[in-house]
């Protein structure tokens, strides 16, 4: 009996060292603002132009969500621009998915929207949807709008990045965006993971 005792704790033992021994993967290093502590990403249900779209759709990728509208002149095609060029780059991979909302819903039909983004890449997907939900889906992801006099829309420019089970996890600004060798770092890396940070 105390022999079986005595054995059983040297297993435990063992183990546990092995347990402690074991190599585990080291956290990623990025170069956007990465969360510490990662909260899910504000689900939504918006329109695209094939019809009503969640975040839930996209469960199981990477996703990477900016806010935008297809009259902008300057940041919005730029951002979407140099977000296709990374896609192409990482070699249009199947487990990242871009997503582009329009906080300008009063012009962008869900079609438009769509259409918008699909111009930058065709597996892009553009969203809209009515004043007030996209309104809610923005102050949730913490996107600041304000509309001036002649229709120009002031708004926060970040890509947001969420991981696969729906966390928001990195926040990436309009600086890293255009300079792309970073985020596409990134990127590489999350994606080498599976989305595992």
Not at 6 to 28: D, K, N, V
Not at 46 to 74: I, M, N, W
Request: aromatic fraction near 8%; glycine fraction near 6%; hydrophobic fraction near 45%.
């Amino acid at each position: 009996m105390q022999r079986n005792l005595i054995l059983a704790l040297l297993l435990l033992a063992a183990l546990g060292a092995a347990w402690a021994l074991w190599p585990r993967p080291r956290p990623l290093e990025l170069s956007g603002t990465v969360l510490k502590n990662p909260r899910p990403a504000p689900e939504f249900r918006l329109e695209s132009a094939s019809g009503p779209v969640t975040l839930a759709d996209f469960r199981g990728k990477v996703v990477l969500v900016f806010f935008g509208y297809a009259h902008c002149p300057d940041v919005c095609p730029l951002t979407l621009n140099h977000l296709a060029h990374l896609y192409r780059e990482l070699g249009e991979p199947e487990q990242l998915q871009v997503v582009a909302i329009s906080i300008d819903p009063e012009r962008d039909t869900p079609e438009a929207m769509d259409r918008y983004a699909k111009m930058f890449h065709p597996s892009f997907v553009g969203l809209s949807g009515p004043p007030a939900a996209i309104a809610k889906v923005a102050a949730g992801f913490f996107v600041y709008v304000r509309k001036d006099e002649t229709g120009y829309l002031d708004h926060t420019s970040t890509v947001t990045l969420i991981d696969p089970e729906g966390r928001i996890r990195v926040l990436y600004g309009q600086q890293l965006v255009e300079e792309e060798t970073a985020m596409l770092r990134d990127l590489r890396a999350i994606l080498e993971r599976k989305g595992r940070f």
